[in-house]
């Protein structure tokens, strides 16, 4: 610390250091004032641009965990269909900007009717079947895109597997939301941990990729990231604790990560958006390690 209060450590120290040393994601408690109104069962937690949506610690009441989920996952399927339309520029593709700026418009309205606390235990059935509903066209759209961008008839600057990846979580959001409307909260441990090891992998992948090429460190180390987890994929431990710590050291690589983007600190094309859609969902994929142990 200088002399005037001010931290010396550095966040490249931090993203270099492997997650040895914590930076965020506290947890400020039950949500239910954080928008006037009442969210029962449903807590957040900081650490970025945006809360973390989750259900609250032994939660075990389907309908604080579809208010959570629903939160959390029309939030993020939003941000989708925004980086979809920052990443497909130019007249030559307005007709698919139009399409996902409406899917943004959706899931956003999606996320306001919860937030405002229009979902309740007489009704969260029915909302979580139209939130799945609202989900399967844009899992279609993902996939059409995927193809489109792989044969060469789509020229966006969205990698087929940045469609295919965010089509598995829109895919596994629906089956989570049919499983919470038959009252079952229990998350499957063998399935989290192959789901989630893949996505953190991949993200790790994306940040390497995006990553200014002088910065050579972070590079590096967000592949070695990237190593570990699909390690932790193809040969999923007997505990959970490799794979929980591989995750803490991703969301504290993550949080790191959104600070440096944003004050450019870290050279890249990495929008401070999207570094913090994936920190939030490395602290979803920690809090359902965690509830699967």
């Not at 629903?70 to 925004?82: G, P, Q, R, V």
């Not at 450019?264 to 920190?279: F, M, N, Q, T, Y």
């Amino acid at each position: 610390m200088d002399t005037q209060g001010h931290f010396l450590i550095s966040r490249r120290r931090i993203l270099t250091a492997g997650g040895a040393m914590l930076v965020g994601t506290a947890l400020v408690g039950p949500a239910f004032d954080v928008f006037g109104h009442d969210l029962p069962g449903v807590m957040t937690k900081d650490g970025g641009l945006k809360q973390v949506f989750l259900p609250e610690q032994g939660a075990q009441d389907a309908v604080a965990h579809s208010l959570a989920e629903n939160l959390f996952w029309t939030d993020i399927l939003a941000e989708h269909a925004k980086f979809f339309a920052m990443l497909m520029p130019g007249p030559e593709l307005a007709a698919q900007r139009s399409r996902v700026e409406k899917f943004q418009a959706q899931f956003g309205a999606q996320f306001e009717k919860v937030r405002d606390g229009n979902v309740s235990a007489d009704n969260y059935r029915a909302f979580n079947k139209s939130t799945v509903e609202m989900v399967k066209p844009f899992v279609d759209f993902k996939h059409e895109m995927q193809k489109a961008q792989e044969s060469g008839k789509l020229k966006s600057l969205v990698w087929p597997l940045f469609f295919d990846h965010t089509a598995r979580e829109a895919e596994r959001f629906g089956k989570r939301l049919e499983q919470l409307s038959r009252g079952n909260v229990e998350i499957e441990r063998g399935e989290a941990v192959k789901f989630w090891t893949r996505i953190m992998g991949e993200h790790a992948d994306f940040i390497a990729h995006l990553l200014d090429p002088q910065e050579a460190t972070l590079i590096k180390k967000a592949m070695e990231t990237s190593d570990a987890f699909d390690e932790l994929h193809d040969s999923p431990p007997s505990s959970m604790e490799p794979a929980e710590k591989a995750v803490q050291e991703i969301i504290d690589f993550k949080t790191a990560a959104v600070k440096g983007v944003e004050t450019g600190e870290i050279k890249s094309i990495i929008h401070p958006l999207l570094a913090d859609h994936v920190r939030r969902e490395a602290v979803k994929c920690a809090d359902e390690l965690k509830r699967a142990a």
